[in-house]
C-alpha cells in the first residue's frame, strides 16, 4: 500500500511537473508570437511608408501637374466642387508624388499616421487568417503589394475596418471604430474613388446589421460617418454648400474619364487577368453556398466591391495602372481565408478554395509579366532597397531632419521645369490660366495661377464639365491671361479638349508673346462673346461615311455629334470601358486620324480650320487659314467597338461669323 501511495504520488509529481513545464512553453510561444507579431508590425509600417510630394512632374504617357495644382488648391483654400473640380478632393495633396515642397508638416504627419493605420490593418488580417495563410498574405504584401500602387493600402485599411470593427458590436470596440472611421473619412476626402470605396462598404456593413436585428448599429454607422466627414470638411476650411459639387463633379469625371482616358490592354493580359476574376469568382459562389452565413455574405459583398473597383481603377486605361488590379487580387482572395469563413466550410470545400487561389496567383503573375517582362521578379530583388529608402526617410523624420526627405525638389536638372522669364516680367502680378494643361509652368514660375474648375482639359468631358468652364471664362473675374500651349496630352482631335471653353478663349483673347512651348493670350480690349453659330447642314451619318466640308470650309466652323451606345456598350461601360472611336480628317491632301470623344462632342467643338500646335493658332490669328482647312471627315469604329456604338450618327454643322481674327 505505501509502495502504490508512492508511486501515485510520483506520477502526480511528474504530471504536475510536465504541467508546469507545458504551461511554461506556452506561455514562452505565446511570448514570442506577440514579439513576432510586433516585429511584422514594424516591416509592414517601414515598407508601406508613403511620403507624398518628395518629386517635381516628369516627362511621361501623362502630365502630372494636376497633383502639383492640389497642393497649391490646398495653400490658397480652394472650394472643392466650386473652385475646383477634380477626382481628388480637398486632402488630395497628401497623397499625390508631385509637388513644390509646400505643407510638409502635413504631409509628415498624414504620412507616419497613415502607415500606421495600413501596418494595423494588414496586421489584424493576418491574425485572423488560418494557418499559414496568414504568411501568405504577410508575404504577398511585402515583398509586391508595395509596388502595386497607393491604392492597394487603403484597400485592405477598408477591408479590415469593415470587416473586423464595423461588422461587429460597435459597444465592444468603441475606440478602434472611431479610429477607423476618422481613417475612412480622411481617406474620402483625399479621393473619390477611396469615398466611393467608404460607402460602399458602410452600406454593407449597415445592412449586415439590420439583418443581425441590431437597429441601434445599423444606425450608428452611417450617422457617425456623416458627422466625421463634415466635421472634417469644415475643419479643412470647406463649405458644405460644395459637398455635393464636389460629388456631382467628381461623378461627371467619372463617367466620361472611360471615353476620354480608354487604352485598350494587352490581349494576353486581359484573357489572364479576365481567367483571374473567374477563379475568384468561383470561390466567392462556393463560399456563399457552402456557409451561406449573415457575415460570411457580408464580408463577401466587401470584398467582391473591392475587386471590382481595382479592376475598373486598372483596365480603365491599361498601362501601368493594370498592376493595381493585378497585385490586389490575391489579397483580396487571401480574405476568404479568414477564421470566420474557414469554420464554417468543410474540409473539401477548403480544398478546392486552396487550388483556386493557387490558380488565381499564377494567372495574377503571368498576367503581370506578359503586361512587362520580369516585372514580378525586380519587384521582389527591389524589395530591399525599398525597404532601406524608407529607413532612412522615417530617420530623417525622427530626427527633425524632414526637409532632407524632399531634397529632389532642389537642385536637380528637370526638363519639366521651364523658365520663363519674359512670362514673368510681361504678366507679374496679373491672374493667369494655363490652357490646356502643363500648369506646373505657372506654378514654378510663382505666376498669379487662378485656373478655370476642371484643371486638365483633356478630362473636360461632359456638357457639364464644358459648361463649368465656360462659366469661368464669361465671368467678369476671369483672368486677363492665358499661357497657351495648343495639342493634345494623348492623341485626341485638339479642339475637342475643353471644346466650349477654348472658341470663347480664342474670340476673347489676342496673343501678345511667345516663350517655351506656350503663347502668351492677352484678354482683348474689345470682347466677342460666345461664337454666334448659324446651322449650314444636318445629317445622319454612319460609320465609314464621309462628309466632304468643301462647301463651308473658307468658314470657321463648329460640328456637333450625336452617338449613342447600344445596350451592349452601355454594360461594357460599366463593366470594362468605353470603345475607342477615330475621326478621320483630310487636309491639304493629307490624312489625319484622331481620338474621338462623342460626349466632348455634344454641344460642338471647333472642327475647322485644324488646329495641332501653337503655329497653327498664330497662323490662325494672321489670317493663314488655307493650310488648315479640312476638306473631308469620316468616322470609324475600332475593332473592339463593334456592336457597342449605334451605327447612326447624327452630325450637325454650323458657321460662326463672329471671330475676332476676321
Excluded at 477607423?180 to 456593413?205: D, E, H, N, P, R
Excluded at 473636360?460 to 473675374?477: G, I
Excluded at 479642339?495 to 472658341?503: G, H, I, M, Q, S
Aim: glycine share 6%; aromatic share 14%; proline share 4%.
Amino acid at each position: 500500500m505505501e509502495q502504490i501511495e508512492k508511486t501515485l504520488n510520483r506520477q502526480v509529481g511528474l504530471r504536475n511537473y510536465f504541467l508546469s513545464k507545458t504551461n511554461s512553453a506556452m506561455r514562452g510561444l505565446s511570448q514570442s508570437g506577440t514579439y513576432w507579431w510586433i516585429g511584422c508590425w514594424c516591416l509592414v509600417y517601414i515598407s508601406s511608408f508613403y511620403l507624398s510630394g518628395r518629386f517635381t512632374p516628369s516627362s511621361g504617357d501623362l502630365d502630372e501637374s494636376w497633383q502639383a495644382v492640389l497642393e497649391y488648391a490646398a495653400q490658397h483654400n480652394f472650394q472643392y466642387g466650386k473652385d475646383i473640380v477634380f477626382t481628388y478632393g480637398p486632402l488630395g495633396y497628401l497623397y499625390s508624388n508631385f509637388g513644390k515642397g509646400i505643407l510638409i508638416e502635413q504631409r509628415v504627419l498624414f504620412s507616419l499616421f497613415l502607415s500606421g493605420i495600413v501596418a494595423w490593418s494588414v496586421i489584424g488580417l493576418a491574425r485572423r487568417m488560418t494557418g499559414l495563410w496568414k504568411f501568405v498574405f504577410l508575404s504577398w504584401f511585402l515583398l509586391i503589394s508595395y509596388w502595386g500602387g497607393p491604392e492597394v493600402p487603403v484597400y485592405l485599411i477598408m477591408a479590415f475596418g469593415s470587416i473586423t470593427i464595423l461588422m461587429e458590436d460597435l459597444h465592444q470596440r468603441k475606440v478602434s471604430a472611431a479610429f477607423f472611421m476618422i481613417a475612412a473619412v480622411l481617406l474620402s476626402q483625399i479621393k473619390f474613388t477611396f469615398f466611393i470605396l467608404a460607402t460602399g462598404s458602410i452600406i454593407i456593413c449597415t445592412l449586415v446589421q439590420l439583418f443581425r436585428r441590431r437597429l441601434k448599429d445599423a444606425l450608428l454607422i452611417p450617422l457617425c460617418f456623416t458627422v466625421t466627414f463634415l466635421f472634417v470638411w469644415l475643419l479643412i476650411g470647406q463649405k458644405t454648400d460644395n459637398i455635393w459639387l464636389w460629388l456631382r463633379g467628381s461623378i461627371e469625371i467619372s463617367s466620361g474619364y472611360s471615353e476620354s482616358m480608354a487604352m485598350f490592354p494587352q490581349v494576353n493580359v486581359l484573357v489572364m487577368s479576365v481567367a483571374a476574376v473567374l477563379l475568384f469568382l468561383a470561390a466567392v459562389i462556393v463560399v456563399t453556398l457552402k456557409a451561406p452565413v449573415v457575415s460570411t455574405i457580408g464580408i463577401l459583398c466587401i470584398t467582391t466591391f473591392y475587386v471590382f473597383l481595382s479592376w475598373k481603377h486598372g483596365f480603365v486605361r491599361a498601362d501601368g495602372h493594370v498592376f493595381h488590379f493585378i497585385l490586389f487580387l490575391p489579397m483580396a482572395f487571401c480574405i476568404l481565408f479568414l477564421e470566420r469563413i474557414q469554420n464554417n466550410i468543410p474540409h473539401k470545400v477548403k480544398s478546392a478554395i486552396f487550388i483556386l487561389f493557387t490558380s488565381t496567383v499564377l494567372a495574377c503573375i503571368v498576367s503581370a509579366n506578359f503586361q512587362k517582362g520580369g516585372v514580378v521578379r525586380d519587384g521582389i530583388i527591389k524589395w530591399p532597397g525599398h525597404l532601406m529608402d524608407n529607413c532612412r526617410l522615417l530617420a530623417n523624420l525622427v530626427t527633425g531632419n524632414s526637409h532632407a526627405c524632399f531634397q529632389y525638389l532642389t537642385g536637380v536638372s528637370n526638363p519639366m521645369v521651364p523658365d520663363l522669364p519674359m512670362v514673368r516680367s510681361l504678366i507679374g502680378n496679373d491672374a493667369v490660366d494655363v490652357f490646356n494643361y502643363s500648369q506646373w509652368a505657372a506654378l514654378v514660375n510663382n505666376l498669379n495661377y487662378r485656373p478655370r474648375p476642371v484643371i486638365q482639359s483633356y478630362v473636360v468631358c461632359t456638357p457639364y464639365l464644358q459648361d463649368m468652364n465656360l462659366s469661368f471664362y464669361r465671368n467678369d473675374k476671369r483672368p486677363p491671361y492665358v499661357l497657351l500651349q495648343m495639342g493634345p496630352l494623348i492623341d485626341h482631335f485638339v479642339t475637342l479638349e475643353d471644346a466650349t471653353a477654348l472658341p470663347y478663349i480664342l474670340n476673347n483673347y489676342k496673343p501678345v508673346a511667345q516663350e517655351s512651348d506656350f503663347l502668351v493670350l492677352k484678354e482683348a480690349a474689345q470682347k466677342q462673346g460666345d461664337p454666334v453659330m448659324t446651322l449650314v447642314h444636318e445629317q445622319v451619318l454612319s460609320f465609314g461615311q464621309k462628309l466632304n466640308l468643301s462647301s463651308w470650309n473658307k468658314n470657321f466652323l463648329f460640328l456637333q455629334v450625336e452617338m449613342n451606345p447600344t445596350i451592349l456598350g452601355k454594360v461594357m461601360k460599366i463593366l470594362f470601358q468605353s470603345p475607342n472611336l477615330i475621326l478621320g480628317a483630310i487636309a491639304n491632301g493629307k490624312v489625319n486620324y484622331f481620338g474621338f470623344i462623342p460626349g466632348m462632342a455634344k454641344r460642338g467643338f471647333m472642327l475647322n480650320p485644324l488646329l495641332e500646335e501653337n503655329r497653327d493658332v498664330i497662323d490662325l490669328y494672321a489670317g493663314n487659314l488655307a493650310r488648315l482647312r479640312i476638306d473631308e471627315i469620316c468616322f470609324f469604329k475600332t475593332p473592339v467597338a463593334l456592336g457597342q456604338i449605334n451605327n447612326e450618327i447624327k452630325v450637325k454643322l454650323y458657321r460662326v461669323d463672329n471671330f475676332i481674327f476676321h
